[in-house]
């Protein structure tokens, strides 16, 4: 078990990247460049909080395949990255982008999160003819934060949510540099006031302690610069959810900010396996999987 000044080196991304400001920074211009550029289909309520809403980038044909990324950031400073930066990238290979927002976790408990995020799934789901999407092609992916979210959906059992909901609604997952056991993350001091989650409930909302109900295909990635823990964590879906099959893309030269950057960038090989998944096209020969 690691001791809590480990745990913070090994969590706290924030004090290992210099470049921190800077990505957050082009990032907010790259995604008002998209929203300026892009049919963006703003502000659907899904629920009644101020925040619950989801963005919708459709792509340019009807019935479309839909990615649903959560709009999350820093456990730590309560930030939340806009990911509309991703959409060209998307749009223009025929998939649309939905990016859901929820409360800050400085306003409510990361449980209430969670069910802030079914109840944005759901309405998307019974509203996806008229957003123009095939609801039995919605994928649900993040990054750090977003990707522990996108896995806690990815294992949720729909008809215990809602009887009129299908059995399989959620057709895979994209979960980069994920946390999916929270309890080590739980105990890191610079976290704990943040999350404010004591080991049982940091047992209840980590993903692998939960099964999905198929066997949903997973894309997952961590970059190669990033920490023991990020590296370990990234390797426990694929541990836990074997009747998952879970293709793990290599990222070598990437951190945990710079890989974000290649989820939007068509030539990537996390962006190949990405299409891949939502069944756009082949991916390419550089497109390293495990399992």
């Known amino acids: 078990m690691l001791d809590p000044q480990e745990l913070d080196r090994q969590y706290n991304v924030r004090s290992t990247l210099s470049e921190h400001a800077g990505y957050m ?10 929203r300026n550029n892009l049919r963006c289909e703003a502000n ?13 980038f459709p792509a340019r044909h009807a019935n479309a395949p839909l990615l649903i990324l959560i709009q999350s950031g820093d456990w730590h400073t309560r930030e939340t990255r806009d990911l509309a930066f991703l959409a060209p990238a998307f749009v223009d290979t025929g998939i649309a982008l939905a ?3 929820h409360a800050s976790p ?10 802030q995020l079914l109840r944005a799934i759901v309405w998307i789901w019974h509203n996806a003819h008229d957003l123009g999407v095939d609801p039995q092609r919605m ?18 059992q729909w ?8 059995d399989r609604l959620l057709h895979g997952g994209v979960c980069i540099s994920g946390l999916y056991d929270l309890i080590p993350v739980a105990r890191a001091p610079f976290l704990r006031d943040a999350l404010q989650l004591d080991e049982a409930a940091a047992h209840h909302l980590s993903p692998i302690n939960y099964r999905p109900p198929h066997s949903l295909p997973l894309v997952t990635a961590v970059g190669s610069q990033e920490s023991r823990e990020h590296q370990r964590q990234n390797r426990l879906l694929a541990q836990v959810w074997t009747h998952c099959p879970v293709r793990d893309v290599a990222m070598p030269g990437h951190h945990h900010l710079s890989i974000l950057d290649a989820l939007g960038d068509s030539n990537s090989a996390l962006f190949a396996a990405t ?5 756009i096209k082949q991916a390419t020969s550089r497109i390293g999987v495990h399992r």
């Open 275 to 279: 299409q891949q998944l939502i069944g």
């Open 44 to 56: 659907y309520r899904y629920g009644s909080g101020d925040r619950e809403t989801v963005d919708i």
């Open 106 to 115: 400085r306003d409510t408990s990361l449980i209430e999160i969670v069910r």
């Open 159 to 166: 008809p215990a949510y809602a009887c009129d909901l299908p």
């Open 25 to 34: 920074q082009r990032w907010a211009v790259q995604s008002q460049s998209a």
């Open 139 to 156: 994928s649900v992916g993040g990054h750090a934060v977003g990707a522990h979210l996108a896995a806690m959906l990815l294992a949720t």
């Open 99 to 101: 990016l859901v927002h």
